[in-house]
């Protein structure tokens, strides 16, 4: 393993002097952490903000239990996909009324793959081509091949063929890119590696030979620096569970570049998305904005708890949390590399800080059981296939010194081998 960073002089002590003079400290009692625990999988599902309990009793005891059918009107139910929206919008460079909290990731990229065909269709009839990554998350590569295999059925019998194809080993993003590309879907964050791809470039080069842009924010939103409508993205989606602390299966959300957005409805169109689902009308007429991307009825229990988690990262400083993110994720490299240099991990995470989100990810041939043993000892971050422990580092609630003590307690599991037991080579459900 070759060590690029030095840090030598980086103590304990140093850490607890950087943690001292953090601006970001003050978050971390925004923030319910069980004692005992290092936090590293916030970019899997972040943890509850101290605000979310009181939020939850005002919803279900007041809005729910007293309010009833009546809160759609009185306690903003029927708005607050919107609302949160714009909310969210702040975080990934969006404007007022181009975003909505939504569905599920999934849902969602259906819908921006559906409209991005659709506006193809009619603009530059033949493309046929989506396309994504083989080492995409599995969800985005499924939709599109679920979208694909439906329009195929559907055109049967007249030899239309819409195809998946995907970036890896064997061809390059500039070479899947051709004049046959409807959509160009990826993950801006790679949520094994951690690799980051160049938003406005990457979308400048779909552009360039025709193509539209979707962009999934799944480990970047909260997390990295997202300008969408800088890098003039057509789509995008989210979740907000991961980096933005909305609570376990909270809303996603979906941004349409303003350009797009009544061109046409997606097929998801339920009578949410209506432009007065309340008249119910016999025909459909679609929202004149971005409601005409919801479906049906909303989750608002669930809903209601991504404002605090949003509220809280928009009261940071993003910059700041962008250069502890840099700052952090390099000392868990180093000092991994210094301090665990004897065993057998290897980096996969990229160095470079223009193409690395917020989590770092190592190989090790045990890697589950390393993972169960760290979690075990209170340092909980996750697995992935293949052989990948990943770490993510969220700069609101983590320090310095949590780095160093997660490296120390990770050393001490390499160097004792007590990840070495059937126990901790037991697979869960969940890993
Ligand atoms: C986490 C994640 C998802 C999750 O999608 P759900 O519909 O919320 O289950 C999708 N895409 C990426 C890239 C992710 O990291």
Request: proline share 4%; net charge negative.
């Amino acid at each position: 393993m070759t060590t690029t960073h030095s840090l030598d002089l980086v103590t304990r002590d140093a850490c607890v002097a950087a943690d001292a003079a953090d601006p970001l400290a003050s978050f971390r009692s925004r923030f319910i952490l069980p004692e005992g625990v290092i936090y590293l999988d916030g970019n899997s599902l972040g943890p509850r903000p101290v605000g979310a309990l009181e939020r939850a009793q005002q919803v279900i005891a007041a809005e729910w239990g007293e309010g009833l059918i009546r809160s759609w009107n009185t306690a903003g139910w029927f708005e607050l996909p919107g609302r949160l929206g714009d909310k969210l919008a702040k975080l990934i460079g969006g404007r007022d009324g181009e975003t909505v909290v939504t569905d599920t990731t999934s849902l969602n990229l259906f819908k921006a793959l559906a409209s991005a065909i659709r506006i193809q269709q009619v603009d530059q009839p033949g493309r046929r081509v989506i396309v994504t990554e083989r080492d995409n998350f599995p969800t985005d590569i499924y939709i599109a091949e679920g979208i694909t295999d439906f329009l195929n059925s559907v055109a049967e019998e007249t030899g239309i063929r819409y195809e998946v194809r995907l970036i890896d080993a064997e061809l390059t993003l500039d070479a899947a890119l051709d004049g046959s590309t409807a959509v160009l879907a990826l993950s801006h964050v790679n949520y094994r590696t951690g690799a980051m791809w160049d938003m406005a470039e990457v979308t400048a080069q779909a552009h360039a030979v025709g193509a539209l842009a979707i962009w999934d924010l799944a480990h970047s939103a909260g997390a990295a620096a997202v300008n969408l409508n800088g890098a003039d993205a057509d789509y995008a989606v989210g979740c907000t569970y991961k980096y933005l602390n909305g609570g376990p299966g909270s809303p996603a959300f979906i941004w349409v570049n303003a350009r797009h957005q009544e061109r046409f409805w997606q097929p998801l169109a339920g009578w949410w998305s209506h432009a007065k689902p309340f008249d119910m009308a016999d025909a459909y007429a679609p929202a004149g904005n971005i409601n005409r991307f919801l479906c049906g009825t909303q989750p608002v229990t669930s809903l209601a708890m991504v404002e605090t988690g949003l509220d809280i990262m928009l009261d940071a400083d993003f910059t700041a949390v962008r250069v502890k993110s840099l700052q952090l994720t390099d000392l868990f490299i180093s000092l991994v590399e210094q301090r665990c240099a004897s065993h057998p991990l290897e980096l996969i995470t990229p160095r470079d800080h223009a193409a690395r989100g917020s989590h770092v990810s190592f190989r090790h041939p045990e890697g589950y059981a390393v993972m169960s043993a760290l979690i075990a000892r209170g340092v909980i971050g996750d697995y992935r296939e293949p052989e990948v422990l990943r770490f993510g580092v969220t700069p609101l609630y983590l320090g310095y010194a949590d780095v160093w003590d997660a490296v120390e307690i990770l050393r001490d599991i390499l160097d004792t081998s007590a990840w070495d037991t059937s126990e901790f080579k037991t697979r869960n459900a969940v890993t």
